[in-house]
């Protein structure tokens, strides 16, 4: 028989571990559906390895899938923490580049050291407005921001074809539901010649870097975590608990409209209804896998890139499909979320039979 | 009264024995070697302070933890002693054994009747027979003087009831063995008394019984055998005639205690008045509450939980605005914000210290911040001084005497005592005009809770006013210069300590009028 038994004192090395384990553990399962689907286990990791880290071309290649990921999974980390279960940086990161298209495709014109910062700008207050709406909703009416984040990707979803399909669809663009292109001077400029790496990948480390400083170093992140981990004690405390989460609401939102303009303007050029490949969701993945710490989020972030980076090449290669990459995140997610019991809780193994007298037991 | 039992001494069966019980969690150890025998027809009371394992083996004894060593024996139906299956729920109920724990099991939204039949019907039987059930009910009552009008939902039910619901949930499933954990907790001292007539009353009909406490007057007042047991193991397993106070609050203490002695106080002007407040909804609303306290005074609030504290607590601490009537502090309206309270001298011991005083998760320096995070002292362009912080909780640590690996150690994995030293160092240290002791030594040891009230008595010393809401008697005529009966909403007006007494104040808290004038 197993018993668990919760841990008094979770190490920081188990922290780090367990996800690697998970991560590790996730990969090897997915060796199951590779040789079901009849190719060599070993050959496809290796293809695997190789286009996610085996040139500069797979690595500018995994870097630029991670810039999103990074982004949308600091706004889950940040939310996270609060206990604000924001599971709508898909729509955040759709209106936070409809907002950089709004601004950066023509309607003003300027030096580009003016365009960025204000594309950067209209990209975060869209995300982090739209973050607002059920934020007070949540803490006005006590609405589940579970629903409406996640109800909400849809609205915005059909919003942004519409406009695709009406105002502002693009005259030159042959019929397709698709915006004007993005000024060159509101473009993110490539990071080296010829590789699709851009400076959108800076910029989502640098907000790592400063959610890392707000939450560890600042009052707002002691506020913040106060709030998330018990509520009740923090308003007891004099803790503005209602402002807090306000304000997670808009940085949260502010990221995942960070990451639509990102990939907007530094990658696509115009923006589509197929921008994100549920780069919202895969956010959410990201930010369990670390742990919510938005160090962490960078590691998780790459990781989760390689798999799907690896997987589309070794699909190339290996005539598997690259549903595989799909597969392996939900693995991980998976493992991670089992892990979680591992590091709350020790596993025992009890025997069924009566215990003999004065007969010590490890642990 | 106890000795009934004991004449018969001799011939009593061995119903329970525990036999060398050790269990450890990680470096713990919470029973080291425990053995305890329990006679049909005895009542055993198992006293010890909190943490000294006395839940761990109870909950060993029901099967909701495996011992590491040692084994539990029960006399089977059948009436062979047989050794009980560990890790097994179902096996010590079908040996006999009831348990009515501190927090009851009960399902808020069933009657009492259907509560009680829970689990004891077979999945496939379709319909139960209520009436044999009730049948069966009814004789129970009859034997036991349990009495509770079982059609009623349990949510419905006052505290009290729900404990006799869960006394004839084990009776019915034909306890012999009856395990109450704190059972006097959350009753009137009158409920006690009838609680613990009910409990004599089974013993007499064979049953074998432990109760769980730590309240010296009640372990000596109606136990037959009193088992002591400190840091986990049994110091002490004498006949209770044979003990006296002083004796058993050394065992459990393991060195002689103190009781913290109040000094006459030296009363101020009133500075805090509630003028006919109303406030709050259902059983803890609050009806035309006056009252005003003095600087440098202690105004006991008794009462039983449930009849309006929590909405006076929330309306003090800043958390709830009252619906009509109004609250002063030094001539000012006491602003309903959790920050403007602490900032104009509130301090607040709240009732729930792991729910409500402490962020589990975070660290001890940073419970000892929390309420004034805010201050320049601890924070810079909204930057953490974690120096400053650092420095604080050391301070705190060592003039509170705060156990704790150290100030980076979760505040979780501290003791009841050392959190509640963290509410007290953050509080008091403030210099608070008001201090609102909300059960504050509730579930504390002995040394934790004379702590406790030697620092309440310095913060009046210094010229707080402090109004203690507890339902402990003993705690009220201790440390309160006034004390004010609650029930129902009502306040009594506040009378000096020394014209009342005991019995007096618990009728009122039952809402009986006092048949002495002067408590009235």
């Known amino acids: ?363 | 009264m106890a000795h009934e039992n004991q004449e018969s001494g001799a011939e009593r069966d061995l119903l329970l024995a525990l036999d060398s019980i050790t269990k450890r969690f990680g470096d713990l150890i919470a029973n080291k070697d425990v053995s305890l025998e329990l006679h049909s027809g005895e009542i055993v009371a198992l006293l010890g302070e909190n943490g000294a394992g006395k839940t761990t083996l109870m909950n060993i004894l029901f099967g909701h933890y495996v011992a590491d060593e040692g084994a539990v024996t029960v006399r089977s139906r059948s009436g062979a002693l047989e050794v009980l299956e560990p890790g097994a729920p179902h096996a010590a109920l079908d040996a006999g054994i009831g348990m009515v724990h501190q927090h009851f099991t009960l399902a808020e939204n069933l009657s009492g009747l259907e509560n009680i039949v829970l689990g004891t019907e077979s999945l496939w039987a379709g319909r139960f027979s209520r009436s044999k059930a009730r049948a069966k009910l009814k004789k129970l009552m009859e034997t036991s003087g349990l009495e509770v009008d079982l059609d009623v939902r349990v949510s419905r039910l006052a505290v009290g009831e729900r404990q006799r619901v869960e006394i004839l949930k084990a009776l019915y499933r034909d306890a012999r063995i009856l395990v109450l954990d704190e059972p006097t907790a959350v009753l009137t001292p009158q409920e006690s008394e009838s609680l613990f007539a009910t409990i004599k009353k089974l013993a007499a009909q064979g049953l074998g019984i432990i109760f769980i406490s730590h309240k010296m007057v009640e372990v000596l007042g109606h136990s037959d055998r009193v088992a002591v047991l400190r840091s986990g193991e049994i110091v002490a397993d004498l006949e209770t005639s044979i003990c006296n106070r002083q004796m058993l609050a050394d065992l459990m203490v393991g060195h002689s205690v103190e009781t913290v002695q109040r000094t006459p106080g030296n009363p101020g002007k009133p500075f805090l008045r509630l003028q006919e407040v109303c406030a709050g909804e259902g059983r803890e609303a609050l009806d035309h509450v006056s009252l005003s306290l003095r600087r440098g005074e202690i105004i006991g609030l008794a009462g039983v939980s449930g009849n309006g504290q929590a909405t006076l607590q929330k309306l003090i601490s800043g958390l709830q605005t009252v619906t009509s009537g109004s609250i002063t502090l030094e001539g000012k309206p006491l602003p309903a914000k959790a920050s403007a309270a602490i900032k104009q001298g509130v301090a607040r011991i709240p009732e729930d210290r792991h729910h409500d005083g402490i962020v589990g998760s975070l660290s001890v320096a940073s419970n000892l911040v929390i309420e004034e995070i805010r201050r320049p002292a601890y924070q810079r362009f909204g930057l953490l001084r974690y120096g400053a912080i650092k420095r604080r909780a050391e301070a705190a640590i060592k003039a509170y005497d705060i156990r704790c690996p150290g100030p980076r150690a979760r505040a979780r994995l501290l003791s009841g005592g050392n959190i509640q030293k963290i509410v007290l160092a953050r509080t008091l240290d403030q210099h608070p005009a008001l201090v609102l002791a909300a059960q504050p030594s509730r579930g504390l040891d002995v040394g934790a809770t004379a702590d406790v009230h030697r620092r309440l008595l310095e913060a009046r010393d210094r010229g707080a006013g402090v109004l203690l809401i507890s339902e402990d008697l003993d705690e009220l005529f201790q440390l309160s210069d006034r004390i004010a009966v609650i029930h129902r909403g009502h306040l009594s007006a506040p009378v000096p300590t020394e014209a009342l007494d005991k019995s007096a104040v618990g009728l009122m808290m039952a809402g009986l009028e006092p048949k002495k004038e002067e408590a009235a």
């Open chain 1, 1 to 363: 028989m197993i018993r668990f038994e919760p841990r008094e004192n979770v190490s920081s090395t188990y922290a780090v571990l367990v996800p690697v384990i998970a991560g590790i553990a996730a990969l090897a399962l997915a060796a199951i559906p590779i040789s079901a689907a009849g190719a060599d286990v070993q050959g496809a990791f290796i293809a695997m390895a190789k286009g996610a880290f085996g040139s500069p071309f797979a690595i500018s290649e995994l870097l630029a899938r991670a810039t999103p990921l990074i982004l949308t999974g600091l706004a889950a980390a940040v939310a996270f923490k609060a206990k604000l279960w924001n599971i709508g940086a898909e729509g955040q990161l759709y209106v936070g580049a409809l907002a950089a298209v709004a601004v950066g495709s023509g309607a003003i014109s300027a030096p580009p050291y003016i365009m960025i910062p204000l594309i950067i700008a209209a990209g975060m207050m869209a995300g982090g407005t739209l973050m607002l709406v059920p934020t007070l909703l949540k803490t006005k009416l006590g609405a589940d921001e579970v629903v409406t984040t996640l109800l909400l990707n849809f609205v915005v979803l059909l919003f942004v074809q519409m406009m695709l399909e009406g105002p502002m669809k693009d005259p030159m663009g042959m019929g397709w539901p698709q915006s004007e292109p993005i000024s060159a001077a509101a473009t993110l400029p490539k990071m080296f010649p010829r590789l699709r790496v851009h400076w959108g990948l800076v910029i989502a480390l640098v907000s790592a870097l400063i959610v890392f400083i707000i939450m560890t170093r600042s009052v707002w992140g002691f506020e913040i975590r106060a709030t998330g981990e018990n509520v009740s004690a923090a308003r007891h405390a004099g803790i503005p608990v209602t402002a807090t989460y306000v304000k997670v609401g808009l940085v949260s939102g502010a990221l995942a409209g960070l990451a639509g303009v990102s990939e907007v303007a530094g990658l696509k050029g115009y923006l589509t209804a197929d921008l994100s490949p549920g780069f919202g969701y895969t956010g959410i993945v990201v930010a369990m896998l670390a742990g919510l710490s938005p160090l962490g989020v960078v590691a998780a972030a790459i990781f989760i890139a390689a798999v799907f980076v690896g997987a589309d090449s070794m699909s190339r290669a290996m005539s598997v499909s690259n549903y595989i990459a799909d597969l392996i995140v939900a693995l991980s997610l998976l493992c991670v979320l089992v892990s979680g019991l591992f590091v709350r809780f020790k596993m025992r193994f009890v025997r069924p039979k009566l215990p003999k007298k004065k007969e010590a037991e490890e642990f």
